[in-house]
């Protein structure tokens, strides 16, 4: 597996940002003395938090705790912007591309509700690019049983120009898709020409809980017999299900493993080792990532609590099913991000990892949800709001101290979905498990070749305006980090 190392980039970006975030300061307009700030609480919280745990801590100049003279005049800056999101997006966070996955919510139960797999949604998972001048149409790549785009009879592969009967373009194509419920035409691709079939589906969003264990299935190619398990999200409510699905794949005695992250955008730090955990099962104990968090926090820890290990149990104390393989092919996309990227990258010190697909996301740092209350855990939570921020707390890279940052990870083997073609997920034809396959029986000559339709620009998913897009976040911040944010806030 190819790892890109853009140290330099980085470092120039450091000065570029940090002379941005000046710029910005200097176009800010003071508040009139004596004003009151109806904000000034939650504004206080936010500050507090993200001096403390903020990765990129270093290169905002006001978390310094020597530059403000006084608290009157912290308090005065902290007024000096229209709104909690305008304080933390604009005073608080480095802007892109160094911290693309920092956010803030006035509501924390739509963060938690999403890290435990449950969101408001149709149930048709989509992507969308742009043809033309200004056309956009959407594909679906997959349809969460049980759904209302299931009940609707949506399939993988259908194509849809159209919401309630007004096309898709660059400027109306996210507001349309936004609504509670729509109707999509559907469309097919004949040569040049993108036409509507006639055929309409209506579908409404309702509250669904999504198993991110979509297909587990084991197939005999060439005699051997070959494990395959689409993954789409790290949701730590659902690890006894991976865990399961890991048995039965040991039960069935799997000699390869093709595992499909191809839509899995992340989640939870803890579901990545654990899942590493189950495909390997020899390194228990060993280091399988670090992390680097801020200058102030960093000396806090002991050696152990930076880094994460190979395991045996899940969180609710099940031993891990492992299938102790010493190779692994891992279909990525541009879709693939955070936590997903952090498997590949883990294991790829200790065992093969060939990478299927194109190039990931390239997210290499963890973030946690921070409440307003003594040490920004949910218990003890300020009950006057409900805001709630996840930033970046750390870096991380593998045990042999390798990181992938912004370019993500380069594919071994180079394939592509033919978004107007998809063959059903999990069939030995599809084109991203194909290309694993042909490598995995040695036919290399069957390895699909990649053609980029350049008709097309993918311009988008389903899910990107979701509060965990891409993110990957830890579950618990180590205790005594937590006592030392007491005492930083005394």
Request: net charge negative; with cysteine.
């Amino acid at each position: 597996m190819k790892i890109n190392k853009l140290i330099l980039f980085l470092g120039l970006s450091l000065g570029i940002l940090s002379s941005c975030s000046t710029d910005n300061d200097d176009e800010r307009s003071p508040i009139v003395k004596g004003e009151e700030d109806p904000n000034l609480e939650i504004e206080n919280y936010l500050y507090d938090a993200m001096s403390i745990f903020y990765v990129y801590e270093a290169d905002v100049a006001e978390l310094d705790e020597n530059y403000f003279d006084s608290e009157a005049d912290k308090d005065e800056w902290l007024a000096s912007f229209d709104s909690p999101e305008d304080l933390f997006n604009e005073g608080l966070k480095v802007p892109a591309p160094k911290d693309r996955f920092s956010f803030i919510l006035d509501d924390y139960t739509i963060l938690e509700n999403s890290q435990s797999g449950i969101s408001t949604t149709t149930g048709m998972d989509y992507g969308l690019v742009a043809y033309g001048e200004n056309g956009v149409f959407g594909y679906v790549r997959y349809v969460i049983p049980g759904s209302p785009a299931d009940e609707a009879e949506v399939k993988r592969g259908m194509l849809f120009t159209e919401i309630d009967g007004e096309a898709m373009n660059r400027s109306n194509y996210q507001s349309l898709l936004a609504r509670d419920g729509y109707e999509i035409s559907l469309a097919e691709v004949n040569e040049n020409v993108i036409s509507e079939t006639g055929e309409t589906i209506a579908l409404t969003r309702e509250q669904i809980t999504e198993n991110p264990v979509f297909i587990s299935k084991t197939m005999e190619v060439d005699g051997i017999n070959v494990g395959y398990l689409m993954y789409n999200s790290f949701t730590a409510d659902f690890d006894d299900e991976l865990n399961a699905a890991f048995g039965d794949l040991k039960a069935e005695g799997v000699d390869e493993l093709v595992l499909d992250l191809r839509y899995n955008g992340g989640g939870s730090v803890e579901s990545a080792v654990d899942l590493s955990s189950m495909i390997t099962g020899q390194f228990e104990g060993e280091i399988f990532s670090k992390q680097t968090w801020n200058d102030l926090l960093q000396s806090e820890f002991t050696q152990e609590e930076l880094v994460d290990r190979f395991n045996d149990k899940i969180r609710t104390g099940e031993l891990i099913n492992s299938l102790n393989l010493n190779k692994v092919y891992v279909i990525g996309t541009g879709s693939t991000a955070s936590a997903s990227e952090l498997v590949m990258n883990g294991l790829a010190p200790y065992i093969n990892v060939i990478h299927v697909g194109s190039s990931t996301v390239g997210k290499f740092q963890a973030a946690a949800p921070l409440y307003d209350s003594p040490n920004f855990n949910k218990q003890n939570r300020n009950p006057n709001h409900k805001y709630v921020i996840q930033p970046l707390i750390y870096e991380s890279k593998n045990a042999n101290e390798d990181a992938y940052y912004e370019e993500g990870l380069i594919p071994d083997i180079e394939a592509e979905e033919d978004i107007v073609n998809l063959l059903p997920l999990g069939e030995a034809s599809e084109t991203l498990l194909a290309a694993a396959l042909a490598d995995i029986t040695g036919n290399k000559m069957a390895i699909p070749a990649v053609s980029y339709d350049t008709r097309f620009t993918k311009i988008g998913e389903s899910g990107e305006s979701n509060v965990d897009y891409q993110r990957m976040y830890i579950d618990k911040i180590p205790e005594e980090v937590r006592k030392k944010a007491v005492e930083l806030q005394k």
